[in-house]
């Protein structure tokens, strides 16, 4: 769920620097956790706010609040949960990405003492693992996977296994809400994104799989995992997310940050892909110098058997 650059360049200078002996693993360790932390500041402070529309009308539908448990799967640099920590639910995160859970550990640690804590007591658990990881703070009354699904080639299928683990830490009946992309026409940046299916053809090809390059949003994405992972539906809905930035420099770096590039970087390079989104962003371009585009999100609320 959560995403990494990698470098194709940069791969064959290393499987050559090894060969020759040459290979720095210090320099090369400290380059790629550069950019991993530049990444991760990226999504915090540029990306991950254009779903705080998406996160609030989900809360607001399930009535989360005192006395809510939940449990945020991928859960990044924790804007989700602490939107819904500000509302007094207790909050629960698994992600993968290091640089992303320090990123909310900070978020979270700064709010409980703008708050002025409660004795002590934590008022949020991050952890380095999967859902399963985060057992002894269940059980939970609401599951949330609000990173949008249905946009590469194998999103779907990941997360499936992680609700079946996921929904083991909670009672009969508990909310579980996935959430993904609305459709193409609705939204603006799917444009954008096509970049990223352009530039990984070729990469396709020639490894003879599917690949992560970003496809378009089905209509049944979000109901298709829901009953792979055993969920019932219990109600939709849409909101508008519209992807607002001060320059093409910041919309560059904030869709970057999404990893839903990762791959076209690995079939070319990342100039060429910063270079490739600049030029797709053009009809987005405003007079002012920012960027806007206008995008649909669904969200789709399961319950547990």
Known sequence: MTPTLVQHRQDRQDHQHRRHGRYDTTAHSAAHTSAAAASARDWAEIQ?????????????RLE?????????LGCGSGLALLLAAARGAEVTGVDTDLERLALARQRLDSADDAGGGDGGRARAVLVDGAAADAAS?????VIIAFHPIGCTADDCEALVAELEAAVRLAPRGAAVVLTGWGPPERCATSGVLRVADRLTERLRTEDGRPGDAWRPALRDDLEDV????????????????????????SAVRGLLSTGLYSEAVRATDQAQVRKEIDEALEPYRRGDGTVWMPNVFRYLITRTA
């Open 137 to 141: 703070a269940g059980p939970f009354d």
């Open 64 to 72: 989360v609040g005192p006395g809510t448990r939940v449990l945020g």
């Open 226 to 249: 829901a009953a792979k992972a055993g969920l019932a539906p219990d109600g939709s809905g849409r909101v508008a997310c519209p992807f607002g930035y001060a320059d093409a420099d």
């Open 48 to 60: 991950e706010r254009m779903l705080a529309p998406l996160y609030e009308a989900v809360y607001e």
